[in-house]
């Protein structure tokens, strides 16, 4: 991905999150009972289907025999399963209680017939296609989940870095901007830096939070004022 594309997507994102807060400025995240919200399906749809052309764009041909166009998540989950651990990777939304996000955590464990799951991908595939009949997928919970793996993508992924700082979307705990810019470009996946939106944090490259929330704190990952107010440590 060029620099030009990798500039669209973090416009796209910026678009979607700013139409995603709209909603939850009046529709408060309830993850045990969430309401059928018709107007989402726009944001569940663009988002999944951002994620499918990232995968597509970035994946590895020399690693399948199949065509570019006939990749399915299921190569998805195999190549980058094994380059950046995205099931390992966790966010923390901007919104009261603080939770961690993981939107691919399921996406190792295969249903019994061999399909991968992961709810939100489903969400999607299923608008996709049949956007009336399957109007019951607009849901608060997918639309979230489905920008938050927007969100960890623009993480992982070098290609996006010089976009996310040129935004102003990374905490580099007192890095220089050319010295992080050059380490990344150059392979450095390990920096303790924080992607940060409005809604989302997560650590940049192979860099995870723990398990445990209690565990995170702003003054730790990205030196993040943000987040170490957030959380209140």
């Not at 998805?76 to 390992?88: D, G």
């Not at 961690?100 to 399921?106: I, K």
Request: contains cysteine; negative net charge; aromatic residues 12%.
């Amino acid at each position: 991905m060029d620099q030009t594309e990798a500039e669209l997507v973090i416009e796209w994102f910026i678009d979607l999150e700013s139409r995603l807060r709209g909603y939850l400025r009046t529709v408060p995240i309830n993850w045990n009972h969430n309401a059928t919200l018709p107007l989402l399906a726009g944001i569940v749809l663009e988002a999944g289907g951002l994620v499918d052309s990232i995968f597509r764009m970035e994946f590895n041909p020399s690693d399948c025999r199949s065509k570019r166009k006939n990749l399915n998540i299921t190569h998805f989950a195999t190549q980058y399963e094994r380059r950046y651990s995205l099931s390992r990777k966790s966010s923390i939304i901007y919104q009261y209680p603080p939770v961690l996000l993981a939107p691919f955590y399921t996406w190792t464990i295969q249903k019994q017939n061999g399909a991968i799951d992961l709810d939100w991908w489903d969400a999607y595939n299923k608008l996709k296609h049949e956007r009336i009949e399957q109007y019951a997928q607009c849901t608060l919970a997918n639309a979230v989940k489905s920008l938050c793996a927007l969100h960890q993508m623009l993480a992982v992924l070098p290609c996006f870095f010089r976009s996310l700082i040129a935004h102003d979307m990374v905490a580099l705990r007192g890095y220089a901007i050319p010295y992080a810019i050059d380490s990344v470009e150059q392979g450095a996946v390990d920096m303790p830096f924080l992607v940060e939106s409005d809604l989302f944090a997560t650590p940049f490259g192979e860099q995870c939070f723990p398990a445990d929330l209690n565990q995170v704190s702003g003054a730790i990952y990205g030196g993040s004022r943000r987040l170490e107010q957030f959380l209140g440590r």
